[in-house]
Each structure stands twice: as structure tokens, then as C-alpha cells.
């Protein structure tokens, strides 16, 4: 099985900052990794796919890099509607299907 | 644009068997792949299941012979049931499509969540 960790769990930060997350494969997974967004009470939103990919209609602001074992998603600049919490997931495989345990972005 | 809705009893007894369904608007259900996934309140995304285009199933080996997920497709929805629920199994229960793009795949979009407690 392929255990993904995040990191850090939680982290404070102020508007305009620059924001890096990190997620860690087990084991190599090339570029198969994804990044979602989730607000209080709200489902999942894919922000990144394929490690660097920037879904449509997301912001520029965010960015994704890494491949192999070490990914992050950067914010550039924070916004206050980029508070949530960021969720890896690896599409690497299948059996089973895996996820960070998330990072929780707050307002410092 | 697919939109999904899952619904079910927000109440199960510890022990029965948890059934939801997602209803698919905007496509068919038999042309993509649909995953399970659920969140215990307060707490991260643990996969359940999927079934892929081609019928195939597979789920969370943590929970493999309790799941059972399938397509209804007159209905144009996908099914969870779970079986022998516990408190353990209390959460926000999420349908979700998958996308693919070349070997890649990634979900989108997700359904609202149904929140699912498990009772004594």
C-alpha cells in the first residue's frame, strides 16, 4: 500500500503570504498526484492534478511541483477564500486508493 | 456538466447495513468511473470503493467484505452498501467521478456528502 504523509497538519498564515505544503509518497509514484481543496461543510475540489497540472478555473496563485516521492502545492500570494484544508491523493494506484491526512490552512 | 447527489438515512442502526445512493445529472453513469469515499467528522478522506467503466470493482481492504458497490442504471446512479455498521463508520459519505486524462485520473466533481451516524 502506498501511505501518503502530509505536512505540516496545520498551519497559520496571513494574507499575501507565500504557502508551501508538502505531501510524501511511500514510494515513487512519478507524477501521480493530485491536490484538492476543502471548505468547512463543503466536498472536495481538485485544484492540481498530474503534480503541476492547474485545474480549470483555479486561481494562477496556486502551483504544483514534485515527482517521485516529494510534492508540494504553493500558494503565492493567500487569499482569503484559500483558507481550507489541502488533501494529497495518489493516482499512482488503485488498489488501494490513497490520501494525505491533510493540511489545515488558517488565518494567522 | 455531470453534477452527483447522494442520499440515504442520516440515521443507521450499529450492526444493519448502510445503503446510499448518488444520482448522476449531466451524463451517463456507464460511461465513467465512480469512487466512494468518507470522512468521520473532524477527520481526513479514506477511500471506500470504486467501479470502474468496465465494471470492475475493488475497495479499501480495511473494509473489503462489508462493501458493495454497483450501478444502477435505469436509475442512472451508483450504490454503496455497507454492511455491519458500527460507530467507526460514522462520517460524511461522498460519491465522486473519476476524470482521466492519459494515464492520469483525478475526482471531479464530488457530490455534496451524506452525513451517516451510526447508532447503538
Known amino acids: 500500500d502506498i501511505q501518503m504523509t502530509q505536512s505540516p497538519s496545520s498551519l497559520s498564515a496571513s494574507i499575501g503570504d507565500r504557502v508551501t505544503i508538502t505531501c510524501r509518497a511511500s514510494q515513487t509514484i512519478s507524477n501521480y498526484l493530485n491536490w484538492y481543496q476543502q471548505k468547512p461543510g463543503k466536498a472536495p475540489t481538485v485544484v492540481i492534478y498530474a503534480a503541476s497540472t492547474l485545474q480549470s478555473g483555479v486561481p494562477s496563485r496556486f502551483s504544483g511541483s514534485g515527482s517521485g516521492t516529494d510534492f508540494t502545492l504553493t500558494i503565492s500570494s493567500l487569499q482569503p477564500e484559500d483558507f481550507a484544508t489541502y488533501y494529497c491523493?495518489?493516482?499512482?494506484?488503485?488498489?488501494?486508493?490513497?490520501f494525505g491526512q491533510g493540511t489545515r490552512l488558517d488565518i494567522k | 456538466q455531470v453534477q452527483l447527489q447522494e442520499s440515504g438515512p442520516g440515521l443507521v442502526k450499529s450492526s444493519e447495513t448502510l445503503s446510499l445512493t448518488c444520482t448522476v445529472s449531466?451524463?451517463?453513469?456507464?460511461?465513467?468511473?465512480w469512487s466512494w469515499i468518507r470522512q468521520p467528522p473532524g477527520k481526513g478522506l479514506e477511500w471506500i470503493g470504486y467501479?470502474?467503466?468496465?465494471?470492475?470493482?475493488n475497495s479499501n481492504p480495511s473494509l473489503k467484505s462489508r462493501v458493495t458497490v454497483s450501478l444502477v442504471t435505469s436509475k442512472n446512479q451508483v450504490s454503496l452498501k455497507l454492511t455491519s455498521v458500527t460507530a467507526a463508520d460514522t462520517a460524511a459519505y461522498y460519491c465522486?467521478?473519476?476524470?482521466?486524462?492519459?494515464?492520469?485520473?483525478?475526482?471531479?466533481?464530488w457530490g455534496q456528502g451524506n452525513l451517516v451516524i451510526v447508532s447503538s
Open positions: 465522486a467521478r473519476h476524470v482521466a486524462s492519459g494515464s492520469h485520473y483525478w475526482f471531479d466533481p
Open positions: 467501479i470502474l467503466s468496465g465494471g470492475i470493482t
Open positions: 491523493h495518489q493516482g499512482y494506484s488503485m488498489s488501494p486508493i490513497s
Open positions: 449531466g451524463g451517463s453513469v456507464s460511461s465513467y468511473s
